[in-house]
T-cell receptor, first 117, second 115 residues
Framework: AQSVTQLGSHVSVSEGALVLLRCNYSSSVPPYLFWYVQYPNQGLQLLLKYTTGATLVKGINGFEAEFKKSETSFHLTKPSAHMSDAAEYFCAVSDTVLTGGGNKLTFGTGTQLKVEL | DAGVTQSPTHLIKTRGQQVTLRCSPISGHKSVSWYQQVLGQGPQFIFQYYEKEERGRGNFPDRFSARQFPNYSSELNVNALLLGDSALYLC??????????????FGPGTRLTVL
């Protein structure tokens, strides 16, 4: 079974500083990887995804992530944090091995990002 | 275009009761998935439906059931509610399941509180 580990349940950065949120995955097949953001009392919004091809993926709001197969990692970064980036971030891997032919997302436990002035 | 919609937004029930949550997918999307997000955790997969058929089920008891209608909307039912069922229930739609790269679009969720 696929799994996702997010290191650091809480990360705090200063406004303008680099954001680095860590994600490691376990998968027996080439993975499809996703980062979602969740603002308070809202659903999940896709930031970016890796399927195939270029290992550096650019997403919305200035975020990007790099797929490193040798390290089984998909860390999320943003060069300069903004106050509006404060939210919870989830890394997820897609599993296509459902018995009925469907696919599901397996999520990490999330990282709460705090941005301070 | 409207995104994924869910109703109700909030719900309070007591132990032993039954609840029905509703979801309308994005227009043109034929697959709906349900996830449970307990406070402080990531979402956990419950069900996926496509063309009114169940395509996958997570590790949840039989008290949880779902169905999909011809217009692709979906209902999630939970019987004999337990305190531990208190969570945010998220619905996600996608054009077609079985493609791992296919993005799932999430609704705002239904917050269920069981007292």
């Amino acid at each position: 079974a696929q799994s996702v580990t997010q290191l650091g349940s809480h990360v705090s950065v200063s406004e303008g500083a680099l954001v680095l949120l860590r994600c490691n995955y376990s998968s027996s097949v080439p993975p499809y990887l996703f980062w979602y953001v969740q603002y308070p009392n809202q659903g999940l919004q896709l930031l970016l995804k890796y399927t195939t091809g270029a290992t550096l993926v650019k997403g919305i709001n200035g975020f990007e992530a790099e797929f490193k197969k040798s390290e089984t990692s998909f860390h999320l970064t943003k060069p300069s944090a903004h106050m509006s980036d404060a939210a919870e971030y989830f890394c997820a891997v897609s599993d296509t091995v459902l018995t009925g032919g469907g696919n599901k997302l397996t999520f990490g436990t999330g990282t709460q990002l705090k941005v301070e002035l | 275009d409207a995104g994924v919609t869910q109703s109700p937004t909030h719900l309070i029930k007591t132990r032993g009761q039954q609840v029905t949550l509703r979801c309308s997918p994005i227009s043109g999307h034929k697959s709906v998935s349900w996830y449970q997000q307990v406070l402080g955790q990531g979402p956990q997969f419950i069900f996926q439906y496509y063309e009114k058929e169940e395509r996958g089920r997570g590790n949840f008891p039989d008290r949880f059931s779902a169905r999909q209608f011809p217009n692709y909307s979906s209902e999630l039912n939970v019987n004999a509610l337990l305190l531990g069922d208190s969570a945010l229930y998220l619905c996600a739609s996608s054009f077609q399941p079985g493609q791992g790269s296919s993005e799932q679009f999430f609704g705002p969720g239904t917050r269920l509180t069981v007292l």
